[in-house]
């Protein structure tokens, strides 16, 4: 390995690392500090958290961990431990807050850069956090996945305008109502080499059955009719506007939900009720892997599907328990795809989401499935 790859490599990562920064300060550029330190929701952390904890979480694994260095401010980690600290605490916490706050940010990454600046992340390093860049991976999707995290939670500011062109699109018209799949052994889960989470490994065959899958996620015309007919609960955001019709007042709007763009905002509970509905049900997580690369419309929603949060044969914790191992079970339900505020970069095929069944707040959606004949 010549200096001058790990150098370039160093830089390459620095870039990354940069232009996610200047996404999240994007995000919350439009709004002043009272803005940023409010509870809006017992579910979603005041954006001060959320900022706080991307700064404190690079601290702990780059500037800790792997440079071996002292925290800035002593005891202060434990106020951004998300385990420790559930969301309905999070605006009580004697958190950094505005010039402290953004101090706290670039401090920190003024000494992960040089931290990064002394190591080799080749791929022959024995260290598997250093290997292949894994730990700075680990970081720049954290800090992309709490750009989401903070998306949902915008959507709670009155008047606030998405300073990125990001949103939902039209479902795709052309094309069959279903694709089929036929019966037989798939791969799923990530390839060993490559950053992916410890719970997308390790890669396994699974038998499935023959089965059909939407080729479009549901619309919201779609879910408007189901719950004419039935009665069910709208999304969330959307209110009865006084004429029979909804409105969609996320983030402040007061505007029909367009028909023929893909349903967000929905409960694993509604998602189900609407498959049922409609004579299908969800796909199972390792379905909807399965015929990933042949769906329209990945990444516009988050897509429920009918499986339980479980660790793959021969899972390994990698790096901390607390990522994935400690949500395991049937309580939690497996989401697949990405939404409009997911970052492709985090939009691997093998990603599992997992959410409660009864949330809303997420950007998830709906795509249903059959079994065939
Ligand atoms: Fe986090």
Request: net charge negative; charged share 25%; aromatic share 10%.
């Amino acid at each position: 390995m010549t200096a001058d790859t790990k150098e370039a490599r160093n830089q390459a990562i620095a870039d990354l690392l940069a232009e996610a920064r200047r996404r999240t300060l994007a995000l919350v550029a439009p709004l002043d500090d009272e803005q940023r330190n409010r509870v809006y929701s017992p579910l979603l952390s005041p954006l001060a958290w959320d900022l706080g904890h991307i700064a404190n979480f690079e601290e702990l694994w780059l500037v800790q961990t792997v440079g071996g260095r002292e925290p800035l401010h002593g005891e202060l980690g434990r106020f951004y431990d998300a385990i420790e600290n559930p969301r309905v605490t999070r605006g009580e916490l004697p958190i950094l807050r505005d010039e402290e706050l953004r101090s706290y940010l670039e401090e920190v990454r003024e000494r992960t850069l040089e931290v990064l600046g002394g190591l080799d992340l080749g791929p022959g390093q024995e260290d598997p956090l250093l290997r292949d860049g894994f730990v700075y991976e680990m970081l720049l999707a954290h800090e992309l996945q709490h750009q989401e995290t903070m998306l949902q939670l915008l959507q709670l500011v009155d008047g606030y305008e998405l300073p990125l062109p990001i949103g939902t699109q039209p479902v795709s018209a052309a094309g069959p109502e279903t694709i089929a799949v036929a019966a037989g052994s798939y791969e799923v889960g990530a390839p060993p080499e490559g950053f992916a989470y410890d719970n997308e490994r390790p890669r396994h065959a699974v038998e499935l059955g023959a089965f059909e899958i939407d080729r479009t996620p549901v619309t919201n015309a779609a879910y408007t009719e189901f719950m004419d007919a039935t009665g069910a609960e709208p999304p969330d955001y959307w209110q009865r506007d006084g004429e029979g019709g909804w409105i969609d007042t996320a983030r402040g709007r007061r505007e029909p939900p367009a028909p023929d763009h893909p349903v967000v905002h929905v409960s694993w509970q509604q998602a189900d009720a609407f498959a049922r509905w409609s004579g299908k049900r969800l796909p199972t997580e390792f379905e909807w892997e399965a015929a990933r690369e042949r769906l329209d419309d990945v990444g516009q929603a988050w897509e429920w599907t009918s499986s339980d949060f479980l660790a793959y044969p021969g899972f390994e914790a990698f790096p901390y328990r607390e990522y994935s191992e400690v949500f395991f079970g049937d309580e939690y339900k497996v989401l697949r795809g990405a939404s409009w505020a997911t970052h492709p970069r985090v939009a691997r095929p093998s990603f599992r989401n997992w959410d409660l069944p009864q949330r809303r707040q997420i950007f998830a959606g709906i795509r249903c499935a059959r079994d065939a004949g």
